[in-house]
């Protein structure tokens, strides 16, 4: 049977990541509202992290959270301006479910209070449920 929710089409968002709050802290870079199915995500640094970061990590907070940018993958000399960082997502992961509610987050560590830089996160999905988006 053909589910014609399934074929709302396609959306894409941006969200920008802002590497310059208060740190070691985890902040939200999207939410589902209604379930969504993830195609893909891409990663830019617009701005290289700086002063005292020392990584960010990205993932959801799902019970078993789905690990987009290891803390490793995301080590500030991996953050260079302009750039795509080698992350966990460019490896086939296949498309995968954001339930009602859940989040992508976003974890940075520091050493201090003066750190700096953006990255921009790519999400490609496709709504499940009606009026679904991030």
Not at 52 to 81: K, M, R
Not at 107 to 115: F, K, Q, T, Y
Request: glycine share 10%.
């Amino acid at each position: 049977m053909h589910n014609c929710v399934f074929n709302l089409g396609l959306g894409v968002t941006e969200k920008t990541l802002d590497l310059s709050q208060v740190a070691p802290a985890t902040y939200d870079a999207a939410t589902a509202v209604g379930d969504v199915l993830i195609k893909g995500i891409a990663l830019y640094c617009s701005v290289a992290g700086g002063g005292d970061l020392t990584s960010v990590s990205i993932q959801t907070n799902s019970t078993t959270p789905l690990i987009l940018l290891t803390a490793a993958e995301g080590a500030v000399a991996n953050l260079l301006a302009q750039s795509h960082p080698n992350a966990a997502c460019n490896l086939f992961i296949g498309p995968w479910t954001l339930r009602s509610g859940q989040k992508i987050q976003y974890s940075l560590i520091a050493a201090g209070a003066a750190h700096t830089g953006t990255l921009k996160l790519v999400i490609n999905y496709r709504p499940i449920s009606v009026g679904a988006s991030l």
